[in-house]
């Protein structure tokens, strides 16, 4: 079993910056890698970002590219999502997920944490 329990979600101004965090917990929490997914009112949950197991290799969504970045401390159990430049439309509660591999179907779910960007 793993536990993944998202932070760092709140209000922000247009422009501004957010730091997420995913803490992961279960014994095999090494073995996977973490995706953040993000889901807006009416809208498909998206996937966004991903990080492999040895946070060697990272991917982004077009819409958070260049403006996100995912990084990992597996000493700390860890999986953080840095947010500039934030706009409107990146309004949504984000997940944090875990898959045995990026881009395969994850096995484990957060409970997701509130993000809004709004003037």
């Known amino acids: 079993q793993l536990q993944l329990v998202e932070s760092g979600g709140g209000l922000v101004q247009p422009g501004g910056s957010l730091r997420l965090s995913c803490a992961v917990s279960g014994f095999t929490s090494d073995y996977y890698a973490i995706g953040w997914f993000r889901q807006a009112p009416g809208k498909e949950r998206e996937r966004i970002s991903c990080i492999n197991r040895r946070g060697s290799s990272t991917n982004y969504a077009d819409s958070v590219k260049g403006r996100f970045t995912i990084s990992r401390d597996n000493a700390k159990k860890t999986v953080y999502l840095q947010m500039n430049n934030l706009k409107p439309e990146d309004t949504a509660v984000y997940y944090c997920?875990?898959?045995?591999?990026?881009?395969?179907?994850?096995?484990?779910w957060g409970q997701g944490t509130q993000v809004t960007v709004s003037s």
């Open positions: 997920a875990a898959p045995s591999l990026c881009g395969l179907r994850p096995d484990y």
